[in-house]
T-cell receptor, first 114, second 110 residues
Framework: EAQVTQNPRYLITVTGKKLTVTCSQNMNHEYMSWYRQDPGLGLRQIYYSMNVEVTDKGDVPEGYKVSRKEKRNFPLILESPSPNQTSLYFC?????????????FGPGTRLTVL | GQNIDQPTEMTATEGAIVQINCTYQTSGFNGLFWYQQHAGEAPTFLSY????GLEEKGRFSSFLSRSKGYSYLLLKELQMKDSASYLC???????????FGTGTRLQVFP
């Protein structure tokens, strides 16, 4: 089954404790992206990757890191989480960044930083 | 600047028709997407418009007018399971980004 998976689905942590949210897709997609979703603000892009070893900042990259060592995986790293990073996070992938290519979303990770 | 506007909330009755509007202002345009998102779940793709006109897909239709920066999603024969948020998103071909509106929360009542 074609899908985007994320782990963990739920995480409660404390300020300053490094964490990684994994994302994996099995559709051989080139383009992968991380979003955060907050009430009243909609989905905002954090980082994206056009292909292996190619990553770039989205609209809200501060406090986050990513890597793309393999085509299928795109982990999101929070080196020193803070309470304002409490949010619902979605990983997404698409064949490319072309206009017609649909983005497929993972199930989401609900992160709470105390 | 970049801006996408859609109503925050709408209500409708089972079996009825509802139209969710979306207006946008972006520096470039390379297509408009509609996604459905149930509470706490991932957005799922509904439709894509890049040319003016109406695209029909079963009970759902989506319309685009590029000159007016306007789209709507039309849902017919509403069912309870259609209660969800509907996200309008525009691909800006200058930045190549997909910009999302804040979503319209639709509640369908019996």
């Amino acid at each position: 089954e074609a899908q985007v998976t994320q782990n963990p689905r739920y995480l409660i942590t404390v300020t300053g404790k490094k964490l990684t949210v994994t994302c994996s897709q099995n559709m051989n997609h080139e383009y992968m992206s991380w979003y955060r979703q907050d009430p009243g603000l909609g989905l905002r892009q954090i980082y994206y990757s056009m292909n292996v070893e190619v990553t770039d900042k989205g609209d809200v990259p501060e406090g986050y890191k990513v890597s793309r060592k393999e085509k299928r995986n795109f982990p999101l790293i929070l080196e020193s989480p803070s309470p304002n990073q409490t949010s619902l996070y979605f990983c997404a992938s698409s064949l490319s960044r072309r206009g017609t290519d649909t983005q497929y979303f993972g199930p989401g990770t609900r992160l709470t930083v105390l | 600047g970049q801006n996408i506007d859609q109503p925050t909330e709408m209500t409708a009755t089972e079996g009825a028709i509802v139209q969710i509007n979306c207006t946008y202002q972006t520096s470039g345009f390379n297509g408009l997407f509609w996604y459905q998102q149930h509470a706490g779940e991932a957005p799922t793709f509904l439709s894509y418009n890049v040319l003016d006109g109406l695209e029909e897909k079963g009970r759902f239709s989506s319309f685009l007018s590029r000159s007016k920066g306007y789209s709507y999603l039309l849902l017919k024969e509403l069912q309870m399971k259609d209660s969800a948020s509907y996200l309008c998103a525009v691909r800006d071909d200058n930045t190549d980004k997909l910009i999302f509106g804040t979503g319209t929360r639709l509640q369908v009542f019996p």
